[in-house]
T-cell receptor, first 113, second 116 residues
Framework: GENVEQHPSTLSVQEGDSAVIKCTYS??????FPWYKQELGKRPQLIIDIRSNVGEKKDQRIAVTLNKTAKHFSLHITETQPEDSAVYFC????????????FGSGTRLSIRP | ETGVTQTPRHLVMGMTNKKSLKCEQHLGHNAMYWYKQSAKKPLELMFVYNFKEQTENNSVPSRFSPECPNSSHLFLHLHTLQPEDSALYLC???????????????FGPGTRLTVL
């Protein structure tokens, strides 16, 4: 079945610097890759997603890249701000079972002032 | 934030109790999901319903029994749970599941379950 590996598990960056979180997936048929942000005590919320027919997508300070050949995708946050502190989850969906979505184990991002 | 609601928000139950979790979405979506969130497995998919039909059961023990009477409501019936079932149970909804997989999911606030 599908497996999603996410690294690092924790990440601390200086405010204003960039943060990169990486995920790999095992099912080559997966075609939808969302990223969710979960602030402490709150529900996960989608911040950006990408489909397999696109290599890169950007939304202001957030970007996602996808390498289908290598089966990995990454989240890039530039000019980090204190409100970026949260747990970030990657996920892969639409593989052998269209309704199955597998999440990575999460990355706890801390922004140092 | 009120698009997906869950009740109760907190639940404490003994191992012999029977209880139910309720989820309701007001977004006009056709797919609904149950997740278990714990320190061990941060976001673990349990069940998926698409147009009221169960399309995914991620090897969940039978002591968890889902029910989806219509596209707006989803229940999780609990009986004879174990202490290791203590976790945050999150409900989510999305427009629908298609051949392209799931799409943007909107999560509820979760039910914090403690099994004594």
């Amino acid at each position: 079945g599908e497996n999603v590996e996410q690294h690092p598990s924790t990440l601390s960056v200086q405010e204003g610097d960039s943060a990169v979180i990486k995920c790999t997936y095992s099912d080559s048929a997966s075609n939808y890759f969302p990223w969710y942000k979960q602030e402490l005590g709150k529900r996960p919320q989608l911040i950006i997603d990408i489909r397999s027919n696109v290599g890169e997508k950007k939304d202001q300070r957030i970007a996602v890249t996808l390498n289908k050949t290598a089966k990995h995708f990454s989240l890039h946050i530039t000019e980090t701000q204190p409100e970026d502190s949260a747990v970030y989850f990657c996920a892969a969906s639409g593989g052998s079972s269209a309704s199955k979505i597998i999440f990575g184990s999460g990355t706890r991002l801390s922004i140092r002032p | 934030e009120t698009g997906v609601t869950q009740t109760p928000r907190h639940l404490v139950m003994g191992m012999t109790n029977k209880k139910s979790l309720k989820c309701e979405q007001h977004l006009g979506h056709n797919a609904m999901y149950w997740y278990k969130q714990s320190a061990k497995k941060p976001l673990e998919l349990m069940f998926v319903y698409n147009f009221k039909e169960q399309t995914e059961n991620n090897s969940v023990p039978s002591r968890f029994s889902p029910e989806c009477p219509n596209s707006s409501h989803l229940f999780l019936h609990l009986h004879t749970l174990q202490p290791e079932d203590s976790a945050l149970y999150l409900c989510a909804s999305s427009q629908a599941v298609t051949g392209g997989g799931t799409d943007t999911q909107y999560f509820g606030p979760g039910t914090r379950l403690t099994v004594l």
